[in-house]
């Protein structure tokens, strides 16, 4: 798995010095190093891009990555909020994303993202995309929240379904979240509003269209 990942990054994704800015500034800040691999955000941009997706959420910005790789996607008419609990992660972020040119289509909200998703409900916000990549624990009720935010035909995209291989393989070491995510691959698989699939790049990503 390391070593097909490791081809598909190097075949396919080229050199970047921006995210490769946003990696040391991770660094520097002493900020953990749980940004999405180069392909899944590779992947992040040409979902949001080949969709047509304008309105984008994200839940756990840490220090940008993802998000400039979702902005890159939607253009100029496009627009990311993004929900991040540690407000200093939130600062880093928007200044990766202003370095790279899209600091006045990205908004942030701190604080529990759980807390921030029932606000944007009552808000009657909606979004035409969503990528979920906070605490693992609580993916079901982002999704559950994301479904009440999203407008028909909206992907929901989700980060580290496979648990660093934990979830199906058992020489893999096991992760505190490995049951959970097992159990939430299955809900997602299964569910009436969604059809998904799970793609094995990075530490996994499911990629689900709302079609209920
Ligand atoms: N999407 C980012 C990586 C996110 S890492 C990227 O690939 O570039 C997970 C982030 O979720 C961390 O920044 C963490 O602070 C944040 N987080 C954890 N629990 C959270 C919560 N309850 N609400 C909002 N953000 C949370
Ligand atoms: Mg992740």
């Given at each position: 798995m390391k070593l097909i990942n490791h081809y598909i990054d190097s075949v396919f994704t080229k050199e970047d010095a921006l995210l490769e800015n946003v990696i040391t500034s991770i660094q520097e800040n002493g900020?953990?190093?749980?940004?999405?691999s180069p392909s899944s955000g590779k992947l992040l941009t040409m979902l949001v891009s080949i969709s047509g997706a304008k309105q984008v959420l994200e839940i756990g910005?840490?220090?940008g990555y993802s998000g400039i790789c979702l902005a890159r996607g939607f253009g100029e008419d496009g627009s990311l909020m993004s929900l991040e609990i540690e407000e200093r992660y939130a600062n880093l972020a928007h200044k990766n994303l202003s370095k790279a040119g899209f600091g006045h289509q990205v908004s942030y909200r701190t604080g529990p993202a759980l807390h921030t998703l029932e606000e944007l409900i009552n808000e009657q916000k909606r979004f035409d995309f969503f990528f979920i990549d906070a605490d693992k624990e609580n993916y079901e009720n982002y999704l559950n929240s994301c479904l009440e935010l999203a407008e028909p035909g909206a992907l929901i995209v989700m980060d580290n379904v496979l648990a660093g291989g934990s979830i199906a393989d058992p020489d893999a070491k096991p992760k505190r979240y490995t049951e959970f995510m097992k159990h939430f691959n299955k809900t997602v698989a299964n569910h009436p509003q969604l059809e998904s699939l799970l793609i094995p790049i990075g530490d996994g990503v499911t990629v689900a269209r709302v079609i209920g």
């Open positions: 900020m953990p190093s749980i940004s999405v910005a840490l220090g």
